[in-house]
């Protein structure tokens, strides 16, 4: 069976997972005999986690902080709200802090937003429960609006005073316009909008859209649980029906593949380069 086998070239960590993994390694190799606790999921991809906790990695969840010793705690790129600053710091624990730099910048705006307007509505398109918008909530002191479509507009929005919009980082371009224009055809106070959705993670999906159109089937791998993997793995769907999504070389299934086609490997934000490199592998040995 002869396959070609590509690996996208723009496909895999986005800058702000990039950093947080460089400072989980980095701490670990300067520090051997310490364990390096990230509050949460480093990323949403268990390959990956599975390895950095290999080199002494922990995950912990927030309400193992008052429990524990002092300890070092890294906040990671998807960003925290300022009561788990308050939380580390009063249990005396060293911080690291992985937040992704556009993450940042966005909690910063949000904070002044709310600050500046007293009597608005900070309203955030995003996904419900996600760990970047808990943090952006917390900007708010948790009174941000959070809608994930148009048709919650109705339900949460109050048409009768001002409205401030910004979106969570890695939400689809697309929808992010529509629910602009809703709440600007619903409010009669007005609508502020912020784009505030990371210009990185819009660009890869049009550039994977040209990708996936290349080839005869698509690997897609990313963690499941993955709001940038969903999303890509849409977008490539769209553009190529032959698009497989998986996590692991182990999901890999031969019946997918044929004599004499091209197959197209790409991933999410969260998605390593070895994973993908390794998927490349798995196709060549096995199936060729």
């Known amino acids: 069976m002869m396959i070609k086998v590509t690996i996208d070239p723009l496909s895999g960590f986005c800058f702000g997972v990039v950093t947080a993994v460089e400072r989980v390694e980095k701490f ?14 480093i990323m949403h991809n268990a390959e990956e986690v599975r390895r ?11 309400e193992e902080i008052e429990k524990m010793e002092p300890a070092h705690i890294m ?17 005396e624990h060293q911080l690291i802090d992985a937040t992704c730099p556009v993450v940042l910048k966005l909690q910063h705006r ?9 009597n608005s509505q900070i309203v955030i398109f995003g996904k419900k429960g996600h760990a970047e918008v808990i943090g952006l909530q917390g900007q708010t002191n ?19 005073k001002p409205i401030i919009l910004f979106s969570q ?33 819009s660009n890869r999906e049009r550039e994977l859209r ?9 690997i897609f791998i990313s963690g499941k649980d993955s709001s940038n993997g969903n999303l890509l793995y849409k977008a490539c769907l769209q553009n190529n029906p032959n698009t497989h999504f998986v996590s692991s070389a182990k999901e890999l299934k031969r019946e997918w593949f044929s004599n004499n086609i091209s197959v197209g490997i790409c991933g999410a934000t969260s998605t390593p380069r070895w994973l993908m490199e390794k998927v490349a592998l798995e196709i060549q040995n096995c199936l060729s």
């Open 169 to 201: 980082t890695t939400m689809p371009q697309d929808k992010f316009k529509d629910v602009s224009k809703a709440l600007k055809g619903f409010c009669k106070a007005g609508v502020e909008v912020h784009d505030s959705i990371c210009k990185r993670v």
């Open 110 to 118: 949000i904070k002044q937003s709310f600050i500046d307007n007293p």
């Open 52 to 62: 950095l906790e290999k080199k002494g990695m922990v995950t912990i969840t927030h």
């Open 75 to 91: 906040i990671r790129a998807h960003g925290e709200p300022p009561a788990t600053y308050e939380l580390i710091e009063r249990h």
């Open 210 to 218: 040209k990708f996936v159109e290349k080839h005869d089937i698509v």
């Open 28 to 41: 670990l190799a300067e520090n051997p005999n310490e364990k390096l606790f990230c509050l949460g999921s």
């Open 142 to 160: 948790n009174t941000a609006i959070v809608i994930s479509d148009e048709a919650e507009i109705q339900q949460l929005i109050n048409p009768l």
